[in-house]
């Protein structure tokens, strides 16, 4: 089990680096955008650069919820609950863990859930 400690604890590391570069780059976006007095109305890189805005948000948005998986997944480890599935009580099988290292149940357990990752 502790394996799949080192393994959450790389996956959450990775996705904090990144949202950390990530909101750098909105902050920087977003001075860069005071700066030049993009207007979003009447400049058409205005608009541009608030639909850049809003693909960076939803990225930040996601990698977030990650984080907040992969913390959740961590503390599962802690109290000896990881890698059963919520839903039946059984083991999810090493390879879902290995691709959905936050998974929390069994892909056919789990209600209206995509299709996993090959
Ligand atoms: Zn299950």
């Not at 996956?11 to 979003?40: G, K, P, Y």
């Not at 992969?70 to 503390?75: E, H, I, R, V, Y």
Request: with cysteine.
């Amino acid at each position: 089990m502790s394996d799949h400690r080192a393994i959450l604890s790389e996956h959450l590391r990775d996705a904090r680096a990144l949202v950390d570069t990530l909101e750098w780059q909105r902050t920087a976006m977003v001075e860069a955008s005071i700066a030049s007095n993009a207007d979003d109305e009447h400049d058409p890189e205005g608009a541009t650069i608030a639909f850049e805005r809003a693909q960076l948000d939803a990225t930040i948005v996601e990698i977030r919820h990650r984080i907040t998986e992969l913390a959740a997944a961590l503390s599962r480890v802690d109290d000896g609950t990881y890698g059963i599935c919520i839903h039946c009580g059984l083991p999810i099988p090493p390879a879902r863990l290995e691709a959905r290292p936050s998974a929390t149940a069994h892909v056919d357990c789990a209600p209206g859930a995509p299709a996993p990752p090959r």
